[in-house]
């Protein structure tokens, strides 16, 4: 009896051991090249403009905080100057993105593949959003499209799924 418990113990550590090994494992993958994605965005630096249904688009770009911060200042006729932060936090790049709506969605990259020239990120928590359902920008992808351009997707959910996504193709002013 008491070699069947020593069993039934070991085979649970084994287990538990595995499990924590593969829960690590998902969470480097998600963290993988975090520096070289921040690197990359910060190559984003300038005035940038774009033309979309609402007119034209301007985005002011600049390192702060000895580099360490992305500030972005992104106006959109008829609306209210929004900002949205890009900053390490520990080995995962992340965003806070302070929307009209009065919301302020934090969201992760996925791992940087360099090949793919995109940079992901998802939803993980915000601060003023009362409810999934309540409207709030989900998830956005940066995609590098030349030395002078960039494109930026943006997917906005209401009542928990995808509401709009709002693609903007940018070049660079200055």
């Known amino acids: 009896m008491n070699k069947n418990r ?5 085979c649970t550590f084994l287990a538990m051991a595995l499990g924590f090994a593969a829960s690590a494992n998902a969470a480097d993958k998600s963290a993988g090249n975090a ?13 940038w403009e774009a033309t979309s249904d609402k007119g034209k688009v ?6 702060v905080s000895n580099g360490t911060v992305l500030l972005e200042k992104i106006k959109v ?6 900002v949205t932060t890009y900053y390490l936090d520990g ?15 934090h969201m992760q990259a996925e791992a940087f593949d360099p090949a793919s020239n995109q ?50 193709q940018f070049h660079r002013v200055r």
């Open 6 to 10: 020593v069993l039934v113990l070991a």
């Open 35 to 47: 520096a070289a994605a921040f690197d990359k965005l910060k190559t984003l630096a300038g005035t």
């Open 91 to 105: 080995n995962h790049l992340v965003l806070t993105h302070y929307c009209t709506t009065g919301n302020q969605p």
């Open 119 to 168: 940079i992901r990120f998802d939803f993980a928590s915000a601060s003023n959003l009362n409810s999934a359902a309540d409207g709030h920008m989900h998830s956005a992808v940066i995609k590098f499209t030349g030395a002078d351009t960039f494109n930026s997707d943006w997917t906005f959910y209401k009542d928990g799924k995808p509401a709009f996504t709002e693609p903007i």
């Open 58 to 63: 301007t985005s002011n770009i600049e390192l």
């Open 77 to 82: 006729p008829g609306e209210s100057e929004m």
